[in-house]
T-cell receptor, first 111, second 116 residues
């Protein structure tokens, strides 16, 4: 089955700096890669996603890149703000409505 | 506020109790999911329902029994749970257009379950 690895497990950045989280996946059949943000006491919230026929996608301060050949994808957050502090999960999707999540990255933005 | 509503938000039960978790969505989604999340871990898929039929069971113990009475509701019936079953139980839903997975899953805020 699919295996998704996520790095780093924790990330501390100064407000205004950029944050980058990287994920690798094992199943070449995976074709959908969402990113979720989970705040304390809440469920995961979809923040951006990318499909295998696209190399890059951007939404305001958030961007995701996908390298299918290398089987890795990354989340980039620019101009970080304290409200960006949360746990971020990447995931890989294969047929059958099945998502496999990475281990998560705890992001702390210091004011 | 999420568009997937889960009740109750918190549940404490003994190992001999029977209880149910409930999930509701009104987005017209025809795929619904149960996940289990332990502290500081990612969500783990338990069950997938597609058009109200169980399509994936990730080898979950029989003390967890899912039910999808209609396209908007998803239940998880609990019986004779163990202390290690204490976790956050998340419900999600998505559109179901084809056999591919590329439809976003929308999560509720979960039920935090504690087994005494």
């Amino acid at each position: 089955g699919e295996n998704v690895e996520q790095h780093p497990s924790t990330l501390s950045v100064q407000e205004g700096d950029s944050a980058v989280i990287k994920c690798t996946y094992s199943d070449s059949a995976s074709n959908y890669f969402p990113w979720y943000k989970q705040e304390l006491g809440k469920g995961p919230q979809l923040i951006i996603d990318i499909r295998s026929n696209v190399g890059e996608k951007k939404d305001q301060r958030i961007a995701v890149t996908l390298n299918k050949t290398a089987k890795h994808f990354s989340l980039h957050i620019t101009e970080t703000q304290p409200e960006d502090s949360a746990v971020y999960f990447c995931a890989g999707g294969t047929a059958g409505n099945k998502l496999t999540f990475g281990g998560g990255t705890r992001v702390l933005v210091k004011p | 506020d999420t568009e997937v509503t889960q009740t109750p938000k918190h549940l404490v039960m003994g190992m001999t109790n029977k209880k149910s978790l409930k999930c509701e969505q009104h987005m017209g989604h025809r795929a619904m999911y149960w996940y289990k999340q332990k502290a500081k871990k990612p969500p783990e898929l338990m069950f997938v329902y597609s058009y109200e039929k169980l399509s994936i069971n990730e080898s979950v113990p029989s003390r967890f029994s899912p039910e999808c009475p209609n396209s908007s509701l998803l239940n998880l019936h609990l019986h004779a749970l163990q202390p290690e079953d204490s976790a956050l139980y998340l419900c999600a839903s998505s559109q179901k257009r084809s056999w591919s997975v590329d439809q976003p899953q929308h999560f509720g805020d979960g039920t935090r379950l504690s087994i005494l």
